[in-house]
């Protein structure tokens, strides 16, 4: 049987109509998907590993209850992927980071259980920089992933894998996680679909940390509708995670509202600097522009706190991530170094953590330290809900915010060397973390041939309001999926 053309590119509601109506199987879709990935993944390396065995096992266990007319999950067949700090239950997760290489999960995260619960077929774990850190994936312990809009270009991070695996057409859905920015900047690079979800509306039990009050499970996928399908499933209050919130039960046709007519956007000039791409800005400006055809209202809004943005998470960030990082010591958590007791306590996080991962953990270590604690990380937490405070009077004008997603295009592997250099790439998206928002990327063009990311900011927890606004965009903009290079 070969799959039918409404599976090119691979999508979660093209692969639900193929499935429902008998054009193909689980079975065969995720076979194909397989194939798909061994054949080419070499040549982009968003896999890490994938799970052939289990993925089939579960396709013909669907198969078999669709056959006999038992009752399916939402997402009964669609093939998705999970980056690599998300646990699955008795696989590897080694969060990109070699002092993990030999870690399997002893449980099972909840938005991973709850997607499984939903039929979704996991097909395998996605690269990533080593524990989410980096804008590139070229700080991944195992392997670089290629930009499948351009192989001579990185993806973007920390979820590079994930957004490579959707625009390279692997699978219909990936989860990411997003700290400052790792879903929609490489949703951005790579011409899909990304978002990160309010704080708080998504379980954060079974991922694995790197600063627990930015961390967010997010997700890619090539269009808005698919998103909410996935967010559909995944969030919703976790005993497990005291962070996650209840949530109202709302169909997913309340959510896909397009209309753009009266809708609110506000316009920072803070995120309009000159030092940006030239074509990205060109391409975020008029996307605005069809915004206001359609009948949106455009707001030219003051964000000025925004310059302390980025100063401000890397300060809390690196806290946070040196506090949640400390139980890495090869004896009580990892892989263990060799030599004798001393010794290898000693060695164990010098040989098992990269460059990037020693440079945040000393400085997260030295900002709590005695006599620095006070004016750094206290003072940023003081800033933090400042910023916070500014978003929040924002909306209480506009619906939305709108600004490009990120200051460049994809770049070359090696072509940034300097960390602050490569921090600046979070310079339009640690803000939502910080204040907790939601956000999401969206395609809207190309700069020297490359995908552009508008991005779109909401209120805490008015994703749907964020949904119309993405979803609204694409539909006036024409906005077709695309795989590859195509």
């Given at each position: 049987?070969a799959?039918?053309?409404?599976l090119?590119?691979l999508t979660?509601?093209?692969?639900?109509?193929?499935?429902n109506?008998?054009?193909?199987t689980?079975e065969?879709?995720?076979?194909?998907?397989?194939?798909?990935?061994?054949?080419?993944?070499?040549?982009?390396?968003?896999?890490?590993?994938?799970f052939?065995?289990?993925?089939?096992t579960?396709?013909?266990a669907?198969?078999?209850?669709?056959?006999?007319?038992?009752?399916?999950?939402?997402?009964?067949?669609?093939?998705?992927?999970?980056?690599?700090?998300?646990?699955?239950?008795?696989?590897?997760?080694?969060?990109?980071?070699k002092?993990?290489?030999?870690?399997?999960?002893a449980?099972?995260?909840?938005?991973?259980?709850?997607?499984?619960?939903?039929g979704a077929?996991?097909l395998?774990r996605?690269n990533?920089?080593?524990?989410?850190?980096?804008?590139s994936?070229?700080?991944?312990?195992?392997q670089?992933?290629r930009?499948?809009?351009?192989t001579?270009?990185?993806?973007g991070?920390?979820s590079?894998?994930?957004?490579?695996?959707?625009?390279?057409?692997?699978v219909?859905?990936?989860?990411?996680?997003?700290?400052?920015?790792?879903?929609?900047?490489?949703?951005?690079?790579?011409?899909?679909?990304?978002?990160k979800?309010?704080?708080?509306r998504?379980?954060r039990?079974?991922?694995i940390?790197?600063?627990?009050?930015?961390?967010?499970?997010?997700?890619?996928?090539?269009?808005?509708e698919?998103?909410i399908?996935?967010?559909?499933?995944i969030?919703?209050q976790?005993?497990?995670?005291l962070?996650?919130?209840?949530?109202?039960?709302?169909?997913?046709?309340?959510?896909?509202n397009?209309?753009?007519?009266?809708l609110?956007?506000?316009?920072?000039?803070?995120?309009?600097?000159?030092?940006?791409?030239?074509?990205?800005?060109?391409?975020?400006?008029?996307?605005?522009?069809?915004?206001?055809?359609?009948?949106?209202?455009?707001?030219p809004?003051?964000?000025?706190l925004?310059k302390?943005?980025?100063?401000?998470?890397?300060?809390?960030?690196?806290?946070?991530?040196?506090?949640?990082?400390?139980?890495?010591?090869?004896?009580?958590?990892?892989?263990?170094?060799?030599?004798?007791?001393?010794?290898?306590?000693?060695?164990?996080?010098s040989?098992g953590?990269?460059?990037?991962?020693?440079?945040?953990?000393m400085?997260g270590a030295?900002?709590?330290?005695?006599?620095?604690y006070?004016?750094?990380y206290?003072?940023?937490?003081?800033?933090q809900?400042?910023?916070?405070?500014?978003?929040?009077?924002a909306?209480k004008?506009?619906?939305i915010?709108?600004?490009?997603?990120?200051?460049a295009?994809?770049?070359?592997?090696?072509?940034?060397?300097?960390?602050?250099?490569?921090?600046?790439?979070?310079?339009m998206?640690?803000p939502a973390?910080?204040?907790?928002?939601?956000?999401?990327?969206?395609?809207?063009g190309?700069?020297?041939g490359?995908?552009?990311?508008?991005q779109?900011?909401a209120n805490?927890?008015?994703e749907?309001?964020?949904?119309?606004?993405?979803?609204?965009?694409l539909?006036?903009?024409?906005?077709?999926?695309t795989?590859?290079?195509?």
């Amino acid at each position: 049987m070969a799959l039918p053309p409404l599976l090119s590119p691979l999508t979660i509601q093209g692969a639900l109509t193929a499935l429902n109506s008998g054009q193909i199987t689980a079975e065969l879709l995720t076979e194909e998907c397989l194939k798909k990935i061994h054949e080419q993944d070499p040549n982009i390396g968003a896999f890490l590993e994938t799970f052939d065995d289990r993925a089939l096992t579960q396709a013909r266990a669907i198969d078999q209850a669709r056959l006999t007319g038992a009752p399916l999950g939402r997402l009964a067949g669609v093939p998705v992927a999970i980056k690599d700090n998300l646990l699955l239950k008795g696989e590897l997760a080694t969060a990109g980071c070699k002092i993990l290489k030999d870690h399997r999960a002893a449980y099972t995260a909840t938005v991973v259980a709850r997607l499984e619960a939903a039929g979704a077929i996991i097909l395998g774990r996605l690269n990533m920089d080593e524990c989410a850190m980096g804008s590139s994936t070229e700080t991944s312990a195992w392997q670089l992933t290629r930009n499948p809009r351009d192989t001579n270009r990185i993806p973007g991070g920390s979820s590079g894998g994930p957004a490579a695996a959707v625009a390279a057409g692997f699978v219909a859905a990936t989860l990411g996680t997003d700290t400052g920015g790792s879903v929609r900047q490489p949703a951005s690079l790579c011409g899909v679909v990304g978002l990160k979800p309010t704080y708080g509306r998504v379980s954060r039990y079974g991922m694995i940390a790197l600063a627990s009050s930015f961390d967010q499970v997010g997700v890619f996928a090539h269009t808005v509708e698919d998103v909410i399908r996935v967010m559909e499933v995944i969030e919703g209050q976790d005993d497990f995670d005291l962070t996650s919130q209840p949530l109202p039960d709302q169909p997913l046709a309340e959510l896909v509202n397009t209309d753009l007519a009266g809708l609110r956007i506000g316009v920072p000039a803070e995120y309009f600097t000159d030092t940006m791409d030239p074509g990205s800005k060109l391409a975020v400006e008029t996307a605005l522009e069809k915004f206001k055809t359609a009948g949106a209202i455009l707001v030219p809004i003051s964000l000025p706190l925004t310059k302390f943005a980025l100063p401000t998470y890397y300060i809390i960030q690196p806290a946070e991530a040196s506090s949640n990082l400390g139980r890495y010591d090869g004896l009580r958590y990892g892989t263990r170094a060799p030599g004798k007791l001393s010794e290898s306590y000693l060695t164990a996080r010098s040989i098992g953590f990269g460059r990037e991962v020693k440079r945040r953990i000393m400085l997260g270590a030295f900002i709590l330290s005695a006599g620095y604690y006070d004016a750094y990380y206290k003072k940023a937490l003081a800033v933090q809900a400042e910023l916070k405070q500014e978003f929040i009077n924002a909306f209480k004008t506009v619906d939305i915010i709108a600004s490009p997603t990120s200051p460049a295009v994809a770049w070359k592997f090696g072509e940034i060397q300097d960390p602050i250099t490569m921090y600046l790439s979070d310079i339009m998206t640690a803000p939502a973390n910080i204040a907790g928002i939601p956000a999401i990327s969206v395609p809207c063009g190309l700069s020297q041939g490359l995908p552009v990311g508008l991005q779109l900011q909401a209120n805490h927890f008015a994703e749907a309001t964020l949904y119309r606004a993405a979803a609204g965009y694409l539909k006036v903009a024409g906005y077709t999926p695309t795989i590859g290079n195509s």
